[in-house]
């Protein structure tokens, strides 16, 4: 097997257990460099770090799967998908979860969401894309699903050599499925929805805004498939109002909505949230609870200056249309924006809006993405609720 030397200065972090070796951080290779294909990496002196997957033409060169001296086979993506289920049913998880999530789940690159009898994955680089079949036959033997659908529609495969692609990895199944979440009934498009279909990421935050929403009037922005929105008028709201630039989206949250009996309470427009927050200030109107959670506004860390000044905007909109003593309901999502950030950025927000803010709760997401602390990207949310009155 072809052997990779690092150089002796390294960053701490692979010692620390980081899975992510960077090209230049190779001094010498030993075999032939087939791209995607195992390789066995060792420090300066010679010692064993581990076993991972080489992509020359990646800037992450090598991402480790194991540190240990074992064989990378069928059977090993068979017992690390197990473990990752193993670990979801022990948190409580039965019916949908992510069930891999990539490095947190030390399968770097590859994302598996379980929607019941449903698998949809993704493999973002080379070297787990060519384990699908494995991945796809573990999924068989331990769920006996419905169907696995792959959504590797995007960009960052490109980056690994990839082409963008969808499509059933199985014979055809439905792609428009109902899941079930804290007791309401959701539409899942799993073949255009975006991402995999579903946030799931949200699901314990969504259980967050119960207390809040009795008896109130609710806005929500960027709702998608309108998820907290729903939930919102399911925990007793007396208004829910959900808006979302896309149509598509609106058009999915109204049906869920109505799957779940609260179309009189619940409506979705399809409207752009910068534009009419702006204009619902000006008009004066006012919510008891606004909660808004927006794409990620920036990939790269040239433009986080540009995301953050996108989050305070929005926010310092948002904040403006709650009601004296209501609350906001925030949620950043890109893993650039650290969670200092992120709440440094919304309290400039009060401060440019004139308000004072409280923080009833700041949390991360559900359970089913675990976080490995020195990894960065595996805490990406922030979810926040504040209180918010006039000064
Ligand atoms: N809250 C959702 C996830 C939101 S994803 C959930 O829990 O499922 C972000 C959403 O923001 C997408 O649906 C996207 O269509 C929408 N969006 C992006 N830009 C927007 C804008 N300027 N105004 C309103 N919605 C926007």
Redesign the pocket.
């Known amino acids: 097997m072809t052997k990779v030397y690092l150089k002796r200065k390294i960053a701490t972090r692979i010692a620390n257990g980081h899975p992510w070796i960077y090209g230049n951080e190779i001094d010498t290779t030993d075999g032939d460099i087939v791209p995607g294909d195992i390789v066995e990496v060792y420090f300066y002196d010679k010692k064993f770090v581990g076993k991972g997957y080489i992509n020359p033409q990646s800037q992450i060169a090598v991402r480790l799967l194991t540190r240990r001296k074992e064989e990378i086979n069928d059977a090993f993506f068979l017992k690390r998908i197990q473990q990752a289920w193993q670990y979801r049913q022990r948190l409580g998880y039965s019916e949908n979860c992510r069930l891999v999530f990539g490095e947190a789940d030390y399968l770097p690159a590859l994302v598996i969401d379980k929607f019941n009898d449903y698998f949809v994955i993704q493999t973002l680089s080379l070297g787990i894309d060519k384990w699908k079949d494995a991945i796809v036959a573990a999924l068989e033997t331990l769920f006996k699903p419905k169907g696995i659908y792959e959504r590797n529609d995007v960009p960052v495969r490109e980056l690994e050599g990839l082409s963008q692609q969808k499509g059933w990895l199985t014979t055809p199944g439905e792609t428009e499925i109902i899941i079930r979440e804290n007791g309401l009934q959701f539409l899942v498009d799993i073949e255009n929805g ?1 991402k995999t279909g579903f ?1 799931l990421d ?1 699901q314990h935050n969504r259980r967050a805004i119960q207390p809040l929403v009795k008896g109130a009037d609710v806005l929500g ?5 309108g ?2 929105e729903v939930h919102a008028a399911h925990y007793g709201a007396k208004s829910v109002l959900g ?4 149509e598509q ?1 609106v058009a999915q949250a109204n049906k869920n909505a109505a799957l779940n009996g609260l179309a009189d309470t619940c409506k979705f427009e399809a ?4 534009d009419v927050l702006k204009q619902w200030d000006k008009d004066n109107r006012k919510f008891d609870v606004v909660m808004l ?3 990620a506004f920036t990939k790269s860390r040239e433009s986080i200056g540009k995301a953050v000044n996108g989050y305070k905007e929005i926010n310092l909109r948002g904040m403006k249309l709650v009601k004296n003593g209501g609350f906001l309901v925030t949620s950043s999502c890109t893993n650039l924006v650290s969670p200092e950030l992120f709440l440094q950025t919304i309290n400039e927000a009060a401060k440019d809006a004139k308000r004072k803010i409280r923080q009833v709760c700041f949390q991360s997401q559900s359970n089913d993405h675990p976080i490995i602390w020195g990894m960065e990207n595996t805490n990406y949310l922030k979810f926040l609720i504040v209180e918010v009155t006039t000064l």
């Open positions: 975006q946030f949200q922005a960027f709702t998608y498939t998820s907290f808006i979302d630039i896309s989206a409207m752009n949230a910068f959670d927006p794409p």
